[in-house]
Structure formats: C-alpha cells, structure tokens
C-alpha cells in the first residue's frame, strides 16, 4: 500500500510538472503569435530642413547715386561719402589708433570707387599679396592683401567702364582676426548687386593713357571719378583743351555724365 501511494504520489508530481510546461510554452507562443499578428512600424527619415539664409533679416544699404546695393547686419552702422561708404562692425580690433590717446577701435568694411590708376599702383607693391580669384553673386572678384597703416583684406571687382569697386576688411590678420568676421564680410559680398542694368558715372572726355608710372591725366581723372551726380560733374574744369594741358581752366567741361554698359 505504501508502494502504491509513492507511485502515485510520483505521477502526480509529474502531471503537475508537465502542466505547468505546457501553460508556460502556451503563454511563449501566444506572444510570438501577438507579435507576429501586430502592425510593422516603418522607420521614416525626416526631410532635412531647407539651409536658412544669413542674411534674411539683414538691413539693406542702397546707393542711389552709384546704383548699387548690399546687405549688412543689423548690429553694424553704415555711414556714406561721395567715393565711398563704410560698414563699422560691432567688433573690436587688435589694433590701436594712431592719435594722441591711443585706443582700440573696430573692424570696418570699407566699399570704395578707385580708378584703374590707383589699383595699378597699390597691386605693384612688394607688400600687395594677390590671394587669386572668386567668384560670388555671378561677379567676379580678385582678391588682395594689402600694406598700408596696417594690412586689410581686399575684394576687387573691375567694372567694365574703368571703375573698381573695392571691398576691404580691416584691419586683417588671418589670425587675430575673427572667422566668423571674415565670414560675415563673405555674406556681404554675397549681396552685393547693382540696382539697374545701366548706371550713370563721371567719366573725363579727354584720353586717359594706363602708364605704369601716374600721368597727370591719370591723377586729374581721380576729379571726374569721384562725382557721383550730373551736377557736380559737369562743374569740373582742371583740363585746358586748346593748350592739351592742366596749365588753367578754360570754362569747357572737363567731364562727362554718361551712361555705362
């Protein structure tokens, strides 16, 4: 009789044993199966947003005389002058003025009208430092280092009528001076256009001749270049005609207001 009871005490254990594997191997395939039945979610890569425009918030300088405009930041101050127009930044330099109480100033842009006889001389300095060509808003720009007071970095671009419009950072060192600065002056150029096809300028009317040394009709040019309205280019009178020299005015216009291509 004891026998019997262990025997079937033994089959019971194992009933029980076998029961609870099975419930566990039910549970196990009922999960694969709720995996197996649920919806695939796909993985979507998100569209890489539009690149954002620098500039966008930018204010925008216009020059109605030499019709031609760009945009600087909103931090910067722009002040204007017949021949040239300059962007002070809000960031100060390493360099320090040279006055009676010497003291840091900031970085500036300066964008100039030169004639071709100034550009002439300054690139033939041993100092100039050609940095090659670039290419921006469809112009193209030849690219300079520059001695003077202090080094400047230049952007030229040569208009067909003669003129070259100078861009220039300074003071520059390509160390001290901060990337992002030079970055910001990159994006100032990248606005830069004229506002009409055609524009107006002060040209002289007699012959100027490109002379590696300065002529006196080289440096008496400078007088019609510089006029940035009818008015005054019309004023002008350095050249007598009859004499072909800059001897006296001879009451003739020097100057012409004329349209270029």
Not at 4 to 19: A, R
């Amino acid at each position: 009789m004891d026998k019997f009871k262990q025997v079937l005490i033994i089959l019971i254990c194992l009933s029980s044993l076998t029961s609870a594997f099975l419930f566990y191997q039910n549970l196990q395939l009922q999960k694969q199966i709720a995996v197996l039945q649920s919806p695939v979610s796909l993985l979507v890569k998100p569209s890489p947003s539009p690149s954002l425009d620098p500039t966008a918030d930018w204010k925008k300088y216009t020059n109605s005389s030499n019709q031609f405009s760009f945009k600087y930041p909103s931090e910067y101050t722009v002040t204007s002058q017949p021949t040239f127009t300059t962007i002070k930044t809000n960031v100060e330099s390493f360099m320090v003025s040279d006055t009676d109480t010497p003291e840091k100033f900031n970085y500036y842009i300066q964008i100039s009208l030169d004639p071709q006889s100034n550009f002439d001389t300054w690139t033939k300095y041993e100092s100039t430092q050609s940095l090659g060509t670039e290419k921006i808003n469809g112009y193209n720009f030849e690219k300079y280092i520059v001695a003077d007071m202090y080094l400047t970095l230049n952007y030229i671009y040569k208009d067909p009528n003669g003129l070259i419009y100078r861009f220039m950072l300074g003071p520059y060192d390509n160390i001290k001076t901060p990337n992002d600065l030079t970055i910001k002056f990159d994006q100032i150029l990248s606005t830069f256009k004229f506002t009409e096809s055609e524009k107006a300028v002060c040209k002289p009317t007699y012959e100027v001749i490109q002379t590696p040394e300065l002529s006196a009709e080289q440096t008496y040019s400078q007088e019609c270049l510089n006029k940035d309205n009818e008015s005054d280019c019309l004023k002008v009178d350095i050249y007598n005609l009859s004499q072909k020299d800059f001897s006296k005015p001879d009451g003739i216009p020097d100057c012409k207001w004329t349209k270029s291509n």
